[in-house]
């Protein structure tokens, strides 16, 4: 079981890069494990760490003024492979939610498996929200899952957005799709019986 979702209240991280390909989020130089813990140590790691590894100090994840839980990325966020590596580093640095104004596809799928929520809004709103974080990088940010809004608490303006009521079930209860269908067997097996008789 996971943790549960359903409203977060964070400063943000900003990432105003448009176009950020999942080998930027995830070198495939690290694709060779395959459990999921691990892969945030090498997240955006060609921007964060140069040659010798030492970290990059213009880069924002190395800049300690920004913290919290919530990346707001630019336009198209994850095209490229469809690796699901990307979303795993994602998560396993700490991020509960993507915010952007444009995901791609299989991404944002593969950020839903491992529960962290992308949150699609509109240009403008990204926009506002890029300006409010530069200009105080302790602005907070709500996500309200139930009511499927995300609201900029220094501007107080709100935005809805859309999510698979399958995946936002999945997300409120703290289950992965498995522990869905096992928390539904009752119902499963009362089905099947139906249809025997």
């Known amino acids: 079981m996971k943790e ?17 390909d999942t080998d930027q989020i995830i070198p495939a130089r690290f694709l060779k494990a395959t459990s999921r813990e691990g892969f945030g140590d090498n997240l955006f790691r060609d921007w964060r760490f140069d040659k010798d590894g030492n ?12 913290s919290g839980c919530i990346l707001v990325a630019g336009k198209n966020f994850g095209s490229g492979s469809s690796r699901e590596h990307a979303a795993w580093a994602i998560h396993d640095y700490g991020f509960r939610v993507v915010v952007s104004s444009f995901f791609a596809d299989i991404h944002k799928q593969n950020e839903l498996n491992c529960f962290v929520l992308p949150v ?17 990088h302790a ?6 899952l139930p009511a499927q809004t995300i609201t900029n608490l220094s501007s107080g303006r709100t935005e809805h957005f859309d999510i698979n009521p399958y995946k936002k079930q999945c997300f409120i209860e703290g289950l992965d799709d498995i522990e869905y269908l096992l928390s539904r067997r009752a119902d ?6 139906q249809r025997q008789s």
């Open 55 to 66: 970290p990059i100090g213009s880069f924002v994840l190395n800049d300690p003024t920004y």
């Open 120 to 136: 699609t809004v509109s240009d403008d709103f990204l926009a506002e929200l890029f300006a409010t974080i530069s200009s105080d």
């Open 4 to 20: 549960k979702f359903t409203t977060i209240t964070s400063t943000c991280i900003p990432l105003p890069i448009e176009n950020v």
């Open 139 to 144: 602005a907070q940010v709500k996500v309200d």
């Open 188 to 193: 499963i097996e009362r089905f099947e019986s």
